[in-house]
């Protein structure tokens, strides 16, 4: 480990802090910001789910997660937005980020790769210029609990959190294998070449675009809607911008 990397190893953290992009900050295992905490997280800062050391003792018990009492802020700027996504070794594995109670989610200007659940409970209060990709096309892993003992398979179902307000970003390659249920206020949002289940009484949209999309009727499962135009990854960071 560098000085420029550094390990959250702290599974609850109950005093104030700042992540800054002269570090790398990895969240091994289920990390928890007590209520009446907040860690706020600067421009351009990195954070990485999950271990990327094969030799760890521990990864094959470590289960990450972030689950948010107090605030967690993420201050990214256009020029240097926020980058959080799995590591390397862990790249088929979601990043699980939520509120507890009465913790509370800001995300503006934040890239966060493979932001997913396999649960329908996950809430996150305000996202704004932010891109949600996954980075690949086949099924999820996930680990879980089981008798005492951290057991993992294929990830069939997956969620996006439950979004109360996210405006002005962007959905690119979501979903292509799992069709993940889509819970939110949007505003201003882009969905491209997205593979998306609506919740169709937890979803709401305003003045947002769809391209190349596949989307799955909830009322009717067996039904899925094409749509015939598809976007790059260029034309999405032209809109974007």
Same mark, same amino acid.
């Given at each position: 480990m560098t000085r420029f990397e550094r390990v959250i190893r702290a599974l609850v953290i109950e005093e104030d802090m700042t992540l800054t992009p002269d570090n790398l900050y990895i969240i091994p295992n289920a990390t928890v910001i007590t209520e009446g905490t907040t860690v706020t997280v600067e421009p351009g800062t990195n954070i990485q789910f999950w271990s990327d050391d094969p030799s760890d003792p521990y990864a094959d018990s470590y289960i990450a997660k972030l689950s948010v009492k107090g605030a967690f802020l993420v201050k990214g700027t256009k020029e240097n937005p926020v980058n959080i996504y799995p590591s390397d070794l862990?790249?088929?594995?979601?990043?699980?980020? /939520?509120?507890?109670?009465?913790?509370? &989610? +800001?995300?503006?200007?934040?890239?966060?790769?493979?932001?997913? /659940?396999?649960?329908?409970?996950?809430? &996150? +209060?305000?996202a704004d210029h932010c891109t949600f990709n996954f980075n690949l096309g086949s099924l999820f892993r996930y680990r879980y609990l089981e008798s005492g003992k951290v057991t993992e398979s294929d990830l069939y179902g997956t969620y996006l959190p439950y979004f109360d307000l996210v405006k002005d970003s962007v959905f690119y390659k979501i979903g292509l294998i799992h069709k993940p249920t889509l819970r939110a206020n949007a505003q201003r949002c882009i969905f491209a070449d997205c593979g998306i289940s609506y919740d169709y009484y937890n979803f709401t949209s305003e003045n947002c675009v769809f391209l190349g999309n596949t989307f799955v009727d909830q009322t009717n499962p067996n039904h899925i809607v094409n749509s015939s135009m598809h976007i790059s990854e260029d034309e999405v960071m032209m809109i974007l911008d």
């Open positions: 862990m790249n088929r594995y979601f990043v699980d980020i /939520t509120e507890d109670g009465k913790g509370f &989610i +800001s995300l503006k200007y934040a890239d966060i790769t493979n932001l997913a /659940t396999n649960s329908d409970q996950t809430h &996150i +209060s305000y």
